[in-house]
């Protein structure tokens, strides 16, 4: 069993930055990619940042520019630099480690809270 460990979430005022760090207990490298998603309030879990074991990454739109995705291998972790933080990036942040297409482990969450 694979557990992912969040930190780094918190308070934040817009145009601020954060860092995300997730730990896992597994090689990351073994797993198809690592991502983050995120959910607000309301709102549907949505993925934000996507790197793929050969070091291919994806964003969705609205962060695109703002937040970069990357790992340490060697470390087993995989980061979120957000910049230029918006109110509208308010939500708990979930790592996810992909197994396949179809399963994978997430991340307990942290919430990552911006103010006006």
């Known amino acids: 069993q694979v557990q992912l460990v969040e930190s780094g979430g918190g308070l934040v005022q817009a145009g601020g930055s954060l860092r995300l760090s997730c730990a896992a207990s597994?090689?990351?490298?073994?797993?198809?990619?690592m991502a983050w998603y995120r959910q607000a309030p309301g709102k549907q879990r949505e993925r934000v940042a996507r790197i793929t074991s050969s070091g291919s990454t994806d964003y969705t739109v609205s962060v695109k520019g703002r937040f970069t995705i990357s790992t340490d291998n060697a470390k087993n972790t995989v980061y979120l630099q957000m910049n230029t933080l918006k109110p509208e990036d308010t939500a708990v942040y979930y790592c996810?480690?992909?197994?396949?297409?179809?399963?994978?482990?997430w991340g307990q969450g942290t919430q990552v809270t911006v103010s006006s």
């Open positions: 597994g090689t990351i490298f073994s797993f198809n990619a």
């Open positions: 996810y480690a992909e197994k396949n297409w179809l399963a994978g482990y």
